[in-house]
C-alpha cells in the first residue's frame, strides 16, 4: 500500500496522500515522512529529543526526495519540525506540510496527533445530504473568532460554539455556515486567507476533535457547514511551505507567476505532480474526515490567469499565447470531478470575480465543474445603487436589472460577503442611503430583493441585525446594538425574511432557469419601481414588487397572468420591521384591463422604499379569454 501511495503522489494522483505524508504514531513510536525533493539531508527535532537538530536524521526512500524515520517514545501533542539541509544557504526549520495539528500562534511547530476513531451521529444528514439545486441554500457567514469572544477577549472553543452559534443560526433560519479559513493560519488579521496548514484544524479554537463535534452538532440541528479553502496561494512565513526545501517547491519557480505582490503570497505550482496530490489531498481530507458539506475556493481568478493582477508586459503566457493557466485549469476540473463522483452532495463553490463563462459548466462542455459561482458583479452593481442617492437612481436603473441578462449563464450564489463590510467599505447598514430609517428601510429592501432574486443566498454576520460600524476582526460583533429597537426590528426581519425563504418552494426551486422567473416590468425606471413573479415547478407563484425610491405609491398597479384575489404577505414597511404600516394591504382582486401584455392588474399602495409580496389567495375564471401567456399561467398555477 506504501508503494501505491508514493507512486500515485508522485504521479499527482494521490487524493489521500495525508494517509502516507506527515506523522503517525504507533506503539511507542512515531513515523515521519517529508517531501523535500532538493534538500541535501533532513532532520526531524521537537519536544522528543528538546530540540536538538541533528539527533534523528531521515532517510531519503526514493529518487523523488521522500524522507522517513521512526522515532521511539513519541508521544501525542509532542512538537516537531523539520531540519531541512539545503545545499546552499541556512539550515531551514520547516513546519509539516501534512501536520494534522499544531502549537497556537505565536508558535509555529507542528503538533503528532492521533487523528481519532470519531463517534459521529450525523447519519441521517449524510445519508439524505444533496447539493441543493432545487431546495433553499442560504448561508450565514462566520468568522469564528470575531462572532463573540468572552469578557477577557478570547476567542469560544469549537466546542463552546456549539451552544452559542448553532442555537442562533437556527433562529435565524439560515441552511448552513460558512466558515472563513480554520485551516491553520499564523495572523489573526488574514482571516485565516493566508494559510500554513492545509491539513490542520486551527488550534485557536482546539483539537481537530473538538472541531468534528462541532460539526457533528451542526448536522444534528439540520445545518451544513461550508469550509473557505485556499488552494491559490500560500504565506511566506520561514516556517511554512515557503521554499520548503531552500528552492522553489510547493509553488512556481518562474518569477513572473511566482508570487501574489498584492497579498505578499506565493502561488502553488499546478504543474508539479506533488504538489497536486497535496491539494487534491488538502480538500479531500476536510471532507472525508469532518464530514463537510462544501467547500468555498478562493480567490479562483487568481489560479486561472497569469495576468491576475499583473500587466501583459510582466505576465507569463500558455503554449498558445494566452494569458489562461492550463496547469490550474485542468486541476479544478479534475478536483471537482473526483468529488462530484466520490463525496456525492458536496457542494464545490468559486469565488470567481472574472466575466468568464463556463465557472459551473461541466468539464465536458469545457466547463470548470463548479456546482456554484459567487455573482461578483451582481453584488458591485446592487450595491452601488443602493448607497445612490434616490433623486439619481432612475438613471443608474440598469445596476438593478442588469443581472436579467445573464442571471442563467451560470448557477449563481448571491453573497454579501465580508469582503464587503470591511476596510473602508462600511458595513451594509452603513452603506444605505439616507436618515437611520431610510438605511433600515433600504436594507430591508435589499434583503427582500436578494431573497426573491434567483440564485442562492449568503450574508456575512453582523449585517442581519444593521450593524452599523464595519467589521473588525480582532473584536466581537456589535452585539449591542441590539439593545436598539430599531436593531432587535432588523434581525428579527431578517430571521421571518429566512424563514418565508424556505416556506416558498418558487423562491428556490428554479434558480438556473428562465422558467423560475417573470419580468413584470423592468423598465420603470421614473419610479425606480422593479417587479417580477417567481414561480416554482407545480404553478405556485409569488409577485415581487420593490420600490427604490423614498415616495409612497398609491393605486400603484401592475400587469398580472393569472386572474384572481391576491394577498400581500410580505411588506418591509410593517411596524415589526422598524417600519410605519401597522398591517399589510387589503386583499385585492385583479381587475381586467390591458397592462402591456396582460389582461389582468392589480391595484394597491407601495410603501415607500418598501418591497412588497402577494400570493394568490383564491384564482378567478377570467371573463375574457386571456393571451397565451396568461393562459400559460393559469394553467402553471393549478
Known amino acids: 500500500m506504501q508503494q501505491l501511495a508514493e507512486y500515485l503522489f508522485h504521479e499527482g494522483r494521490n487524493f489521500h496522500s495525508y494517509d502516507f505524508l506527515g506523522s503517525f504514531l504507533g506503539d511507542n513510536e512515531c513515523t515521519f515522512r517529508v517531501w523535500a525533493p532538493n534538500a541535501k539531508e533532513v532532520y526531524v527535532t521537537g519536544d522528543f529529543c528538546e530540540w536538538r537538530p541533528t539527533d534523528y536524521k531521515m532517510e531519503r526512500i526514493n529518487q523523488n526526495g521522500i524522507y522517513e524515520i521512526t522515532i521511539p517514545n513519541v508521544k501525542e501533542y509532542d512538537a516537531y519540525k523539520y531540519v531541512i539541509v539545503p545545499h546552499h544557504g541556512d539550515w531551514l526549520w520547516k513546519a509539516d506540510p501534512y501536520a494534522r495539528h499544531a502549537e497556537t500562534r505565536p508558535k509555529t511547530a507542528s503538533k503528532v496527533y492521533d487523528f481519532p476513531e470519531f463517534q459521529w451521529s450525523d447519519e441521517k444528514w449524510m445519508k ?117 526545501d531552500g528552492t522553489p517547491c510547493y509553488e512556481y519557480g518562474d518569477p513572473r507567476i511566482q508570487e501574489h505582490k498584492g497579498w505578499g503570497t506565493r502561488a502553488f505550482d499546478y504543474g508539479k505532480t506533488e504538489v497536486v496530490s497535496f491539494l487534491y489531498s488538502s480538500a479531500v481530507f476536510w471532507l472525508e474526515k469532518f464530514h463537510i458539506d462544501g467547500l468555498r475556493v478562493d480567490a479562483v481568478s487568481s489560479m486561472l490567469f497569469y495576468n491576475y493582477c499583473r500587466s501583459e508586459e510582466e505576465s507569463a503566457r500558455n503554449i498558445y499565447g494566452g494569458f489562461e493557466n492550463l496547469e490550474a485549469i485542468r486541476f479544478i476540473q479534475s478536483l471537482n470531478d473526483y468529488v462530484r463522483n466520490e463525496y456525492p452532495g458536496v457542494m464545490m463553490i468559486a469565488e470567481e470575480s472574472s466575466s468568464g463563462t463556463k465557472i459551473t459548466g461541466m468539464k465536458e462542455m469545457g466547463g470548470l465543474g463548479f456546482d456554484y459561482k459567487w455573482n461578483m458583479g451582481w453584488m458591485n452593481d ?99 446594538n441590539l439593545e436598539d429597537p430599531m436593531n432587535a426590528k432588523m434581525k428579527y426581519f431578517t430571521s421571518q425574511l429566512n424563514q418565508l425563504y424556505k416556506d ?19 423598465d420603470n425606471r421614473d419610479q425606480s419601481v422593479l417587479s417580477f413573479i417567481r414561480k416554482g415547478k407545480k404553478g405556485e407563484m409569488l409577485v415581487c414588487v420593490f420600490n427604490m425610491a ?82 400559460k399561467g393559469v394553467e402553471n398555477e393549478e
Open 128 to 244: 439524505q445530504r444533496t447539493v441543493p439545486f432545487q431546495l433553499p441554500l442560504n448561508i450565514y457567514e462566520v468568522e469564528l473568532g470575531s462572532f463573540k469572544k468572552k469578557e477577557n477577549g478570547d476567542p469560544y472553543s469549537y466546542r463552546e460554539l456549539v451552544d452559542i452559534l448553532i442555537p442562533y443560526v437556527k433562529e435565524m433560519n439560515y441552511t448552513h455556515i460558512e466558515l472563513l479559513p480554520i485551516t491553520e493560519y499564523p495572523y489573526d488579521k488574514s482571516w485565516g486567507y493566508q494559510v500554513t496548514g492545509f491539513f490542520a484544524a486551527t488550534s485557536r479554537f482546539g483539537t481537530p476533535e473538538d472541531f468534528m463535534y462541532f460539526v457533528d452538532e451542526c448536522h444534528k440541528a439540520g445545518i451544513g457547514i461550508i469550509l473557505d479553502w485556499v488552494p491559490g496561494h500560500f504565506t511566506k512565513d520561514a516556517f511554512g511551505l515557503y521554499e520548503f
Open 382 to 480: 446592487i450595491l452601488r445603487f443602493y448607497e445612490e442617492d434616490p433623486i439619481y437612481r432612475k438613471y443608474d436603473f440598469n445596476l438593478v436589472t442588469f443581472s436579467f441578462m445573464y442571471i442563467f449563464n451560470e448557477n449563481y450564489l448571491l453573497p454579501f460577503s465580508h469582503d464587503e463590510v470591511v476596510h473602508g467599505k462600511k458595513s451594509m447598514m452603513h452603506k444605505m442611503w439616507g436618515d437611520r430609517y431610510n438605511q433600515f428601510a433600504g436594507l430591508r429592501n435589499l434583503y427582500t430583493y436578494q431573497i426573491c432574486h434567483p440564485g442562492k443566498k449568503l450574508l456575512f454576520m453582523g449585517s442581519e441585525f444593521g450593524q452599523f460600524l464595519e467589521w473588525k476582526s480582532e473584536e466581537q460583533l456589535e452585539w449591542s
Open 504 to 522: 416558498h418552494r418558487c423562491l428556490w426551486e428554479i434558480d438556473t432557469s428562465y422558467d423560475g422567473i417573470e419580468i413584470i416590468d423592468a
Open 550 to 631: 423614498p415616495v409612497e405609491r398609491p393605486d400603484f398597479t401592475i400587469g398580472l397572468p393569472v386572474a384572481g384575489i391576491y394577498e400581500e404577505i410580505w411588506n418591509t414597511e410593517l411596524e415589526q420591521w422598524g417600519g410605519v404600516w401597522k398591517e399589510h394591504n387589503q386583499t385585492v382582486q385583479t381587475q381586467e384591463g390591458l397592462w402591456k401584455d396582460y389582461e389582468q392588474t392589480l391595484t394597491f399602495t407601495l410603501p415607500a422604499m418598501g418591497a412588497s409580496i402577494w400570493k394568490i389567495k383564491r384564482r378567478l375564471k377570467p371573463t375574457k379569454k386571456e393571451s397565451n401567456k396568461c393562459q
